[in-house]
């Protein structure tokens, strides 16, 4: 089920927040950016960088939220280098989107950054 219009009211002005907050300086955005989405039941955190050796941009996940209802919990995940995502091990779940961005800003064991 997707998020409601008041809730995702809400996500977008976290993730605005966070996203203003950690973006690089404006003379870089063109080689290097951060942004996020939401997909579904999850909210995804990527960086955006100029292609190597190629015309573009790529998109390179950072971390990830996925929203479980009936548990009423945020689980994190980050992408390990087999590009799948992994429950990440310091604090698996929060309780809210801030609650996540806390923890992907801490980042205790250097997983996201």
């Known amino acids: 089920m997707a998020f409601t219009a008041n809730e995702l009211d809400k996500i977008n002005y976290e993730m605005n927040t966070f996203i203003l907050k950690r973006r690089p300086p404006e003379n870089v955005r063109n080689q290097v950016d951060l942004s996020y989405k939401v997909e579904k039941q999850s909210i995804v955190i990527f960086e ?5 050796q ?17 548990e009423n919990k945020w ?31 801490e980042d205790e064991y250097c997983c996201f950054w």
């Open 75 to 105: 689980k994190i995940y980050w992408q390990r280098a087999d590009l799948k995502w992994h429950l990440y091990e310091p604090k698996k779940e929060v309780k809210t989107v801030k609650a996540f961005l806390k923890v992907v800003d």
């Open 54 to 70: 190629q015309e573009g941009m790529v998109d390179i996940p950072i971390a990830k939220a996925t929203f479980i209802m009936k």
């Open 48 to 52: 955006i960088r100029k292609m190597f």
